[in-house]
């Protein structure tokens, strides 16, 4: 079925872009040259140039002042000194050689002001594969196959204009929609349908074998990404917003205290057995898969493994409650008991759990990245009066009550305001985007630094799912759409809905014997 490439398409340096090439707000130049020389010197040069080396022109007068300091006293910098600065930084400073302090060895210390390039560019890159989880899924009431994904996972990547990202995904997840969270769940208007119980939840995928992925990334890593939200806030309201024993849920957990929030332990957990899709909780699902890849791949002399767990919204509650519940079970260990260690990464994620949730994540060694919007919401939520934020004394007092929330993890905190490229409201689901996120990581170089984007990003990836660009660069808002809505010609000639699922899309047979292993089901 044809479509449009998600990320690759768009991925050229924004400076050779039409829309782009006059925009010059992003990258500050400097126009203040008291010394007559420098003027007669740079209008010289500038008769002389084009405007693509208008930048370096104005950066080497520049540099012939001396020293200049703006009015805090902090030496100016352009654009070019930052790709110099990052350049520099990433040739000594390989993922291959530092994957396990980019994964989080050390909490992030020291990595995020100034923002290491290698770390931005690994938090943008796992950002892509839970943007993957929207650009896949099938939003359309008017399609039978609505709440599912419109593409097989052998398909998956290159389907979506990834095909150099070096994973293969290893198995879809699915939950069962008859929780009460009819904001989030995604259903067709037709009778006919391929579930009428189940929406597509994400996937496991599992690094290649291939040399050059091997070489890059310097290990072998399993990538959970989790579904959220793209814009409909509403799921929020349709929290029950009290928190809930882990146990209650059969969650393995030596503390009857450590609880999160009911509605995210009924998503992970809840199943329906009259359902081929859902008959396995979401839970049961990726537990089973990183058991069998952990056994497959956590033994192997020649190379380390890495578990890491990413979701937007919703889907980062899941990621954070899914990497507790791995290394809670002991599935972050080699049968050798060799420690794997768990990551996750989160945009525009909510609360999870209370404060001792957040202790025995730390206690099992799970580490967190959460990156926001200072202006979304979802990460005030829920727990939006006792939380992290309230004075010690008083959340040691409320610690009993079931809507006293604590987050987790390290926070990196990015304001949309900083971006010249977007509109300065904050509309709720604009703040909440997360291909805005991404924009943002991409132009990120640490506090009280000028945003300048590092990879060339494209920034009309913003405007696919919302109308937050700013409108003189012309780009449409919503603009990604499915090419005739998925319909396609059979061989007589007439318009169709293709046919979608196929069976290794489904559970794969040996899901009843791993979990027998892992006591979840009876042998």
Known sequence: MATIPSHNLLTKNYHSSPSFKTTSSSEPSFIHLPEKRSRVAAKASLSRTNEASLSAVISRLERERQGLTDGGGEQWRTA?????????????????????????????????????????????????????????????????????????????????????????????????????????????????????????????????????????????????????????????????????????????????????????????????????????????????????????????????????????????????????????????????????????????????GNVRFKERLKELGVKVMRVVNVHDVVPKSPGLFLNERAPHAVMKIAEGLPWCYCHVGEELALDHQNSPFLKSSVDPSNAHNLEALLHLLDGYHGKGERFVLSSGRDPALVNKASDFLKEHFMVPPFWRQDANKGMVRNSEGRWIQAERLRSEDHHSPDIHHHLSQLRLLPS
């Open 80 to 352: 070019e000194d930052f790709r110099r600065r990052d350049k520099k930084t990433e040739e000594e400073r390989t993922l291959r050689d530092t994957w396990r302090k980019i994964q989080g060895e050390d909490d992030w210390a020291g990595l995020t002001d100034p923002m290491d390039p290698v770390l931005r560019s690994e938090l943008i890159r796992y950002g892509e594969m839970a943007q993957a989880c929207y650009d896949a899924f099938d939003f359309d009431p008017s399609s039978r196959y609505c709440g599912s994904s419109r593409f097989s996972r052998h398909e998956f990547f290159d389907s979506l204009g990834m095909k150099g990202s070096g994973y293969e995904v290893a198995r879809y997840l699915y939950a069962t929609s008859n929780i009460n969270l009819p904001n989030f769940f995604s259903k067709s208007r037709w009778s006919k349908v391929w579930s009428k119980n189940a929406n597509w939840m994400g996937y496991v995928a599992v690094s290649d074998d291939e040399a050059a992925t091997r070489h890059r990334l310097g290990r072998r890593d399993i990538a959970i990404a989790w579904r959220g939200t793209v814009t409909r806030l509403e799921w929020i309201a349709d929290l029950k917003d009290y928190l809930k024993p882990v146990y209650r849920n059969n969650l393995r957990c030596p503390d009857p205290a450590v609880k999160v929030e009911s509605g995210f332990l009924d998503l992970y957990t809840d199943k329906d057995t009259s359902c081929k899709f859902s008959r396995f909780s979401a839970r049961e699902q990726v537990l089973a898969e990183v058991k069998r890849l952990v056994e497959r791949y956590g033994d192997d002399e020649d190379e380390e493994l890495s578990i890491t767990v990413t979701g937007h919204s919703l889907g980062g509650a899941l990621a954070i409650l899914s990497a507790y519940d791995v290394a809670e079970m002991g599935l972050n260990r080699s049968r050798s008991g060799k420690v794997i260690p768990v990551t996750v990464l989160t945009y525009g994620g909510p609360r999870v």
